[in-house]
C-alpha cells in the first residue's frame, strides 16, 4: 500500500496534523515539509559544477551595506485606456536587462535580470481604481545563463531560450494582462499590459511567468513590488512616506565570485531539480543589510520572493510586533505577533514600534539566522507626523464569506511523483498535466469552495490568478486510505485559520496530510487564468493549470447536455 517515500512522509505529517489539532505547539518546519536551514543549503546534485565553489554566505560580515528601498517607478507619460480612448492612462515602460550588482560590500558583483535596472525592480505605485499600462520590454541577451531543463513541457528545445511574460501577482486584470504562461515574448519585443487596479489598496508584486522557466527567470532577479493605496487606508494615518518600506525577501546561493549558483541534477540533459534553498538570505537585493531608523513606529511590507523557501521571522529578543495586512489588504484588525510565517508569494505587512529604543539594535531574523538590523537612532527633533498615536484597533471590515454561499465544492489533490531513486520528479494538481483539457470552469460572480487535498510531503503554497479568498480551514485525513480508493477520511477535527489569516488572501499554505479549504468569489472578468503551486520548482513542473471563469450563458449552455443525460 506504501506507494513512494512522499507518501510516508505526507502520513507522518498527517500525524502533525492531529498533534497540532489537540493543541500541541507547532512552528517547526516539520509541520510544512522538509526545507534546508540557511547554514545549511540544499545542495544535491551540485557535483556537475565542481569548478564552482560555493560561498559560504554565513561567514560575510554583518550589517555592513544599507538596506536599498526600490526606488519608484517613474511614469513615462499617459496614453489612452483600452477601456475608453478618451481617457488618458499613466504609461509605465520597464525594461528587462542584463547587468551585475554587488549583493554585498565583500562580494563581486552578481550578474543578474533585472525589471528597470535593479533587483528587485522598482516599486510600482498607484491608489485603487487608478489604472496604468506597463510596456515590459525584454532587452535580455538571448542566451539564459542558468541551466534550462528541455525536458519540461514547455521549455522544449524548439522554444527560444530567454521568454518572458510578466505577471502582477495579486490583480485583477482581465485576460490578456494576466501574463498567462505561454504569452511570452523573446528579446527586442515588448508587451503592453493594463491594470485597472480596481481592488482594495495592498501589496502585489509583480515578477516573470514564462511557461517551464519561471524559477530561472525569477531566480535571476526578475521581480519587484507593486502597491495600491487607498483613500480609506491613507485615512488611518498608518506609518507613511519614508517610515512605509517594502521588504522583499529571497534565498539565493553565490560562487566564490559572486556569482548565481543554481543546483542541477546529476541527470546529463535534465538539469530539473525539485526545490531550492540558498544559504544567502537577500534583502531588497542586499545580504546581511542595516537599516537606521528613527524611534518611532514603521511600516514594513514584507513579501516572500523566494523560489521555494519559507521565512520563520521574529525579531530579537522575542520583541512583539503587529500584522497589519495579509496578501490583499489590511486584515480586519491589527494582530500582535512574535513570529511571522510567509510562504513564497505571501506577503504581510507589519508596524514594528521602535519608541523608546533610542540608540539599540534589533536584527529580523530568520530563525536563528540574522537577516536584517535595525538601528534605532536617537530621537532628534519632535514628532511633526499626522500618524495616528496609537495603532487603530479595527483597519476595516471583512465579513466572512458564508459557506451557504458556495455553489460548489471542487476536492483537488495535490501530489508528487517520484523516480526509482525516491528523487521528487514531477508535481501534479488533481493527478493533471498542463495541457490537459480544463477542469476547473467556476461561473463568474458565483462562490465556490477548493478543497486542496495535500497528498505530498511538503506544504504547497497555492495561488489562484484574479481572485481573493478567504482560507475556511485545514483538516488532518487518512492519506492512505485516500490512495486506496479516494475516500476521504479525517482523523481529526478541522483547524481554523490563525487570527493573521483571516484577510484576504491570494495564496494558501495546504500543509501535508491536511485538506485546506479555501472560499472564493470569481469576480472580475470571464476568460483563461492559472491556479498553481508558488513553489516556482513545482509550478515549472505541472504543478500548474489553466481555468477558465465562464459566463452564466456559456455555464447554462454547457450544462444543458449533462443533465438531459440525467434525466434520460
Ligand atoms: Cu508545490
Known amino acids: 500500500m506504501l506507494k513512494t517515500r512522499r507518501q510516508f512522509l505526507a502520513l507522518a505529517h498527517a500525524a502533525g496534523g492531529v498533534a497540532l489539532a489537540s493543541g500541541v505547539a507547532f512552528r517547526t518546519s516539520r509541520v510544512f515539509g522538509r526545507q534546508a536551514d540557511a547554514a545549511t543549503t540544499s545542495m544535491r546534485g551540485m557535483e556537475q559544477a565542481p569548478q564552482r565553489q560555493m560561498l559560504n554566505a554565513m561567514t560575510l560580515t554583518r550589517f555592513v551595506d544599507p538596506l536599498p528601498v526600490p526606488a519608484l517607478a517613474p511614469s513615462d507619460g499617459t496614453r ?7 481617457v488618458q492612462l499613466p504609461y509605465y515602460r520597464i525594461e528587462m536587462t542584463e547587468f551585475a550588482a554587488s549583493l554585498h560590500r565583500d562580494v563581486a558583483p552578481t550578474r543578474q535580470w533585472g525589471y528597470g535596472g535593479s533587483v528587485p525592480g522598482p516599486t510600482l505605485e498607484t491608489r485603487s481604481g487608478q489604472g496604468l499600462l506597463i510596456e515590459w520590454v525584454n532587452k535580455l541577451p538571448r542566451k539564459h545563463f542558468l541551466p534550462i531543463d528541455h525536458t519540461l513541457h514547455g521549455a522544449g528545445a524548439d522554444k527560444p531560450e530567454v521568454r518572458t511574460v510578466a505577471h502582477v501577482h495579486g490583480a485583477k486584470a482581465p485576460p490578456e494582462s494576466d501574463g498567462y504562461p505561454e504569452s511570452w515574448h523573446t528579446p527586442g519585443q515588448s508587451r503592453t499590459l493594463y491594470y485597472p487596479n480596481e481592488q482594495d489598496a495592498s ?11 519561471t524559477r530561472l527567470n525569477v531566480f535571476a532577479g526578475l521581480f519587484g513590488a507593486f502597491i495600491i493605496r487607498d483613500p480609506a487606508q491613507l485615512a488611518l494615518n498608518l506609518p507613511g512616506g519614508a517610515f512605509d518600506i517594502p521588504i522583499v525577501l529571497y534565498d539565493r546561493t553565490l560562487d566564490r565570485e559572486g556569482q548565481l549558483l543554481y543546483p542541477v541534477s546529476a541527470a546529463p540533459g535534465a538539469p530539473f531539480v525539485s526545490e531550492f534553498y540558498g544559504n544567502a538570505i537577500v534583502c531588497n537585493g542586499k545580504i546581511f543589510p542595516y537599516l537606521e531608523v528613527q524611534p518611532r513606529r514603521y511600516r514594513f511590507r514584507l513579501l516572500n520572493a523566494a523560489n521555494g523557501r519559507y521565512f520563520h521571522l521574529t525579531l530579537t529578543g522575542n520583541r512583539p510586533f503587529h500584522q497589519i495586512s495579509s496578501d490583499l489588504g489590511l486584515l480586519q484588525s491589527p494582530v500582535e505577533l ?25 536584527q529580523l531574523r530568520n530563525d536563528a539566522d540574522d537577516i536584517l538590523q535595525f538601528r534605532v537612532l536617537k530621537k532628534q527633533q519632535p514628532e511633526t507626523s499626522t500618524e495616528a498615536a496609537a495603532l487603530p484597533p479595527v483597519l476595516r471590515s471583512i465579513p466572512r464569506i458564508p459557506e451557504s454561499q458556495s455553489v460548489r ?18 508535481m501534479l494538481l488533481n493527478e493533471s498535466h498542463w495541457d490537459m483539457p480544463v477542469t476547473e470552469n467556476p461561473v463568474l460572480d458565483s462562490t465556490e469552495i477548493w478543497s486542496f487535498v495535500n497528498l505530498a510531503g511538503d506544504a504547497h503554497p497555492m495561488h489562484l490568478h484574479l481572485v481573493r479568498f478567504q482560507v475556511l480551514d485545514r483538516r488532518p485525513f487518512d492519506v492512505f486510505a485516500y490512495n486506496a480508493d479516494k475516500s476521504l477520511v479525517y482523523t481529526g477535527p478541522a483547524v481554523p485559520p490563525a487570527a493573521n489569516e483571516l484577510g484576504w488572501k491570494d495564496t494558501v499554505r495546504a500543509d501535508p496530510g491536511m485538506v485546506t479549504r479555501i472560499i472564493v468569489k470569481f469576480e472580475g472578468y470571464t476568460g483563461r487564468y492559472v491556479w498553481h503551486c508558488h513553489l516556482l520548482e513545482h509550478e515549472d513542473n505541472e504543478m500548474m493549470r489553466p481555468y477558465d471563469v465562464i459566463s452564466p450563458a456559456r455555464a447554462r449552455a454547457e450544462r444543458a447536455p449533462s443533465s438531459n443525460k440525467k434525466q434520460a
Open 80 to 86: 489612452p485606456s483600452p477601456r475608453s480612448r478618451k
Open 203 to 213: 501589496t502585489l508584486w509583480y515578477h516573470d511567468h514564462a511557461m517551464g522557466i
Open 338 to 362: 512574535r513570529s511571522l510565517v510567509l510562504f513564497p508569494a505571501e506577503r504581510g505587512e507589519i508596524i514594528i514600534d521602535f519608541t523608546g529604543l533610542d540608540g539599540q539594535e534589533v
Open 409 to 426: 465544492e471542487r476536492l483537488l489533490t495535490l501530489s508528487e511523483h517520484d523516480d526509482a531513486a525516491g528523487n521528487s520528479m514531477q
